[in-house]
């Protein structure tokens, strides 16, 4: 072999060697790869059957409007995020927004069940037997009762500007517009001489009595020299008197 050919065929040689080098480090790295991205595959399957998803996909607006309400009841509406809750209960980060345009609608959400469940009590009072001045002034109770219990709870539906805007939000008017009907029909059935009107007017007279009575209380400006020996009953039987009248509190103590 004459010495250039010599040297072309060693080039030759030397670079194939160097393709069959460079082969087998490519092969070696996608190896590598794909033996790491498995070895992922197999942890994350194994996190995912260790930390179920907490609940069926069909009862995620369920689960978002209570996990919801347990922020509300423990930090107040204004620690409310969609993307917290979504983390909270595993899912991706948009899944909340397939049943809630924006984080007021969750809240309105959770203010409709508020609002129900004063709807609820107004349901539940006269199978309890009352007659109708008695079961007014139960009701007067139990909505007081909700707002020292579910302070938080209360606090989102009167005072986060929701019912500002209630036409927005159906689900939260018509549950508002139960309770309401609720309790006027508890006060008509007390005081049926009433027109629609006087009606009104009077129901207005004790929304403004309780609400006031619940505020004042919830924010300390009852100091201690305003009540001295006055116990609770005393100051809500006088919220009472004043919210809806004398006469029909009066006839509520002796109706059994």
């Not at 260790?50 to 689960?63: C, E, F, S, V, W």
């Not at 409310?80 to 899944?95: D, F, K, N, Y």
């Not at 409709?112 to 109708?132: C, M, N, T, V």
């Amino acid at each position: 072999m004459r010495r250039g050919e010599h040297a072309l065929h060693g080039s030759t040689s030397r670079c194939k060697n160097y393709e069959n080098n460079t082969f087998i480090i490519i092969a070696t790295c996608m190896l590598r790869l794909h033996l790491s991205i498995m070895s992922q595959y197999t942890f994350l399957s194994k996190e995912f059957m260790a930390n179920p998803i907490k609940y069926h996909h069909g009862d995620l607006r369920a689960a978002l409007v209570s996990a919801a309400l347990g922020v509300v009841e423990r930090d107040g509406y204004e620690a409310i995020s969609l993307r917290s809750l979504a983390e909270e209960l595993g899912v991706s980060r948009g899944a909340p927004y397939r049943h809630f345009n924006e984080r007021n609608d969750l809240l309105a959400a959770v203010a409709s069940h508020g609002f129900e469940i004063l709807a609820g009590f107004l349901r539940d009072i006269p199978k309890q037997g009352y007659l109708p001045c008695k079961a007014l002034v139960e009701s007067c109770r139990r909505f007081l009762e909700f707002a020292f219990t579910r302070r938080q709870h209360f606090r989102l539906m009167y005072e986060s500007g929701l019912l500002a805007e209630i036409s927005r939000y159906p689900e939260l008017q018509a549950a508002q517009n139960a309770a309401y009907a609720g309790i006027s029909a508890l006060y008509a059935a007390a005081v049926p001489a009433l027109d629609a009107r006087e009606l009104r007017l009077r129901m207005i007279t004790m929304w403004v009595g309780l609400y006031g009575y619940a505020k004042v209380s919830q924010t300390g400006i009852l100091q201690d020299y305003m009540t001295l020996s006055l116990s609770s009953r005393d100051m809500e039987d006088a919220v009472l008197r004043a919210a809806i009248g004398e006469s029909v509190f009066q006839r509520s103590q002796t109706e059994s």
